[in-house]
């Protein structure tokens, strides 16, 4: 699928391990999302409790098709080889997960976008330089309780400050709460990208048309 900036708008992200290691719920909940306009789902099975193997697979397989009855772009988070079986709109890798540039060539090849998590200067300056990504997570931009390896919190002037130096377009995620969506959104960042923030809410509908905000009003 070719990538649009505005698939970053609203972008949720989640795995079972996010929904009390509860597939069914995850699947209840993310549906909920794309009702209430989420523009991105990217499936993150990841940490204490996550699933492996083929049950791993099945769940990808039904979020892929829930995404597609909904028309929003499926992702995969880290795992090339699931992205590639689960025929994914597109991948997203960090620096420490597989190779970028052999993540580029295969994704180019199978027709997927590709997304990269960038958190310092020098990292966003080296990613300028390559060919096939299309756009930059940088967080966690406050502490997060959903990733146990986050790196440090870098805060808003610091995503300000990435986001200036980046040729690409930028979601911001971590620890992005309801009562923070308005001013990372001032900061100018093209998306914000949340897990707990809408599969942690007690309202999962009212999280998701929070997230998506003003702009989910055209569609
Ligand atoms: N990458 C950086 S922070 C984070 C990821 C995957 C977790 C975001 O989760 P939450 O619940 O929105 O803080
Ligand atoms: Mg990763």
Redesign the pocket.
């Known amino acids: 699928m070719k990538f649009k900036t505005e698939m970053l708008n609203a972008y949720l992200?989640g795995g079972s391990q996010?929904t009390e290691s509860n597939p069914v719920k995850l699947l209840e909940r993310v549906e909920i999302a794309l009702k209430n306009g989420i523009t991105m789902f990217q499936y993150?099975e990841k940490g204490t409790g996550a699933l492996q193997g083929l049950a791993r697979q099945k769940l990808g397989h039904r979020l892929h098709n829930l995404c597609q009855r909904y028309h929003c772009p499926f992702v995969v988070d880290d795992d090339l080889v699931l992205a590639l079986t689960l025929k994914a709109d597109g991948i997203h890798v960090g620096q420490g997960d597989q190779a970028i540039r052999q993540v580029t060539k295969v994704a180019q090849q199978a027709g997927m976008f590709v997304g990269y998590?960038c958190n310092t200067k020098a990292e966003i300056l080296q990613a300028n330089q390559l060919t096939g990504i299309d756009y930059y997570?940088i967080?966690?931009i406050?502490p997060?309780?959903?990733?146990a390896d986050?790196?440090p919190v870098l805060g808003l002037q610091k995503l300000i400050e990435l986001n200036q130096l980046a040729k690409k377009p930028i979601v911001a995620?971590?620890?992005?709460s309801s009562n923070r969506l308005a001013t990372v959104r001032q900061t100018g960042v093209a998306g914000i990208?949340?897990?707990?923030?809408v599969l942690?809410s007690d309202d999962v509908a009212l999280a998701s048309r929070q997230l998506v905000g003003e702009k989910g009003l055209k569609n």
């Open positions: 992200v996010d993150r998590s997570g967080g966690p406050f997060t309780q959903s990733k986050a790196d995620i971590g620890g992005i990208a949340v897990i707990s923030q942690g």
